[in-house]
């Protein structure tokens, strides 16, 4: 094997190929160190004396299927400056390793693709020795993601498992990128970014939240120049609900005929006019429900009028929309549709906010879905911060699913 071809297959430069061997499957390449290439790993003086050698067996990149080892008998020297006896650095490999630097990057490429699980597979090495590895460029490229350039951000909760464990997510939402990950979920969880924003010095001209109480107070108390803007998803999924309730007391009051044809629309009540199959008779039962029910009806058309909120053609037609939908429920008489138009008219800033930014959480509530999908392929993880780093890394990982 030439030189040229030792560095530009193996990542090996000053080294000397000597010999090439073939066991269990395995090719191993024999090399050593240029004699003018030793040097003190101190002072890098080349005034030195050799003191024997230590042989180190280390993993390269596999050529096919097989795995490849470079043999190196690392010298130590007696440098002349400074008088102390030490092991030459081994160029292509950092000190303490069993692989070399080309290896590395080789593995944490196929990261970006493929489970831990796979890659240590793939590579005939330890789960542990590719998770090590990861760990370590994820902490550094990720421990201090840069706030300074952050103009428009999102902030979510997202639930990782049993016993209310919460982690609270904060979105770029211009590069898709997570910039914090908290512990726990309110405005505590959100203490230290806060603290890490105001010495980035970020302008933040805009943050989509849900309507929670905690986010808000928090972000109107942090970020008093910045816009808040509600995310329609939530105010749909909170209307949703809302009419979940009302149905389950209409039906709990029907008898006979009425409360047989209540049975089963939940589902039918919260979908989309336009997904509704006519070859399974949907829109016919739902059309059905409606009628017998009045209450039902003006809560179901109320919903499917929301929707058209964020369809206006500008600000002010939004907000005279708006406030004819409040003034609709209130006269609704139906309790639950009163106490949603009161939610609606406290946190009305934040809805027509929407016309001077047109952001939401969606694209963090893909985030939240990457996240547990990572956590499932893992079967879940017990190392919480190599967990967080993973997070930080999301935008990055490009999963492909085959088969």
Not at 24 to 50: A, D, H, N
Not at 192 to 218: G, H, N, Q
Not at 272 to 283: A, F, G, I, M, T
Not at 374 to 381: D, T
């Amino acid at each position: 094997m030439s030189t040229s071809l030792l560095y530009h297959a193996l990542g090996i430069r000053g080294y000397r190929h000597m010999r090439t061997g073939y066991v269990g499957g395995r090719v191993i390449f024999t090399i050593e160190q240029e004699p003018g290439e030793l040097q003190c790993p101190g002072c890098g003086s080349r005034r030195v004396i050799r003191r024997g050698k230590t042989m180190r067996t280390f993993k390269g990149v596999p050529i096919g299927s097989r795995p490849v080892a470079i043999v190196l008998g690392v010298q130590r020297v007696e440098c002349k400056d400074c008088a102390v006896v030490r092991q030459v650095r081994v160029r292509f490999a950092e000190q303490r390793r069993t692989y070399t630097k080309r290896f590395e990057r080789y593995a944490l490429e196929l990261c970006r693709f493929m489970t831990i699980q796979d890659v240590a597979r793939h590579l005939q090495v330890g789960w542990d020795v590719i998770k090590d590895m990861h760990k370590r460029y994820l902490r550094w490229r990720f421990r201090r993601p840069k706030l300074k350039w952050l103009e428009q951000i999102a902030i979510d909760e997202i639930s990782i498992g049993r016993g209310h464990r919460y982690l609270t997510v904060v979105l770029d939402l211009a590069s898709g990128a997570v910039v914090f990950v908290g512990e726990g979920k309110g405005a505590r969880a959100l203490l230290p970014f806060w603290k890490r924003l105001r010495r980035s010095r970020a302008e933040i001209a805009a943050v989509a939240t849900d309507m929670s109480p905690a986010y808000i107070s928090a972000v109107l108390e942090k970020l008093p120049q910045a816009t808040l803007v509600f995310d329609r998803f939530h105010v749909i999924k909170l209307f949703n609900d809302k009419l979940s309730e009302l149905r389950r007391r209409v039906q709990r009051g029907a008898e006979g005929l009425h409360k047989q044809v209540l049975k089963g629309t939940r589902w039918l009540l919260l979908k989309n006019p336009q997904n509704l199959h006519d070859s399974r008779n949907e829109r016919e039962r739902l059309q059905e429900a409606l009628r017998l029910n009045q209450p039902l009806a003006t809560a179901y058309y109320l919903k499917e009028d929301l929707r058209e909120f964020w369809e206006q053609a500008d600000k002010a037609s939004a907000e005279r929309f708006l406030d004819d939908w409040i003034a609709r429920a209130e006269a609704s008489e139906i309790g639950i549709l009163k106490d949603f138009a009161k939610t609606l008219r406290v946190h009305r800033f934040g809805l027509v906010a929407w016309y001077d930014y047109p952001i939401s959480t969606g694209p963090l509530e893909g985030t939240n879905n990457k996240i547990k999908t990572i956590q499932r392929r893992a079967y879940g993880f017990r190392d919480r911060q190599y967990f967080t780093w993973r997070i930080y890394g999301l935008h990055e990982t490009k999963y492909a699913l085959v088969g």
